[in-house]
């Protein structure tokens, strides 16, 4: 039985993009209670509190973003076509129609990172595996 949906972003095609498909196609054999989902962000969401998986190209590390910590706000352009529309988009669009109130984002560095591969897998599989063991606590 699945106890946690992830949502993963990102695209295939760009180098610069791919980093949490990647981890999640190396992560789902190992994590039976995950199951990762393919997520565009254009899409609506129908969990209570939705886990999702990005990469950040800002970031040197793996860093978890819970919507109950207002000091991170995502960094959002001017919206001119639909490429522009990312997670940090949909988010704040959602919570300010009330549609999403909370949530979790796994942010991950790009492939620029200074972080090996394997690194960055360890800490995200530690970050899965801590929320599994927040979710059998609140059972």
């Known amino acids: 039985m699945v106890k946690l949906k992830i949502y993963v972003l990102g695209n295939p095609l ?13 992560l789902e054999a190992e994590l039976k209670d995950v199951e990762f989902v393919e997520f565009d ?22 860093m978890i973003i819970d919507s109950s910590d207002d000091s991170h706000d995502f ?12 997670l940090g988009v949909m988010l704040k669009l959602f ?6 109130s909370e ?3 796994i942010a991950v560095p790009s492939n620029a990172s200074s ?22 606590k609140l059972k």
Do not use: C, W
């Open 41 to 62: 962000p254009a899409e609506a969401v129908d969990e209570k509190k939705p886990v999702f998986l990005d990469v950040s190209p800002d970031i040197d590390d793996v």
């Open 103 to 105: 949530y979790v984002v």
């Open 75 to 86: 960094e959002t352009s001017d919206l001119v076509t639909m490429h522009d529309y990312d």
């Open 115 to 136: 972080l090996s591969k394997s690194e960055i897998v360890k800490k995200v599989k530690e970050v899965i595996l801590g929320i599994l063991q927040n979710l059998e």
């Open 14 to 26: 760009l180098k610069e993009d791919d980093a949490a498909l990647r981890i999640a196609k190396e």
């Open 95 to 100: 919570r300010e129609v009330g549609l999403l």
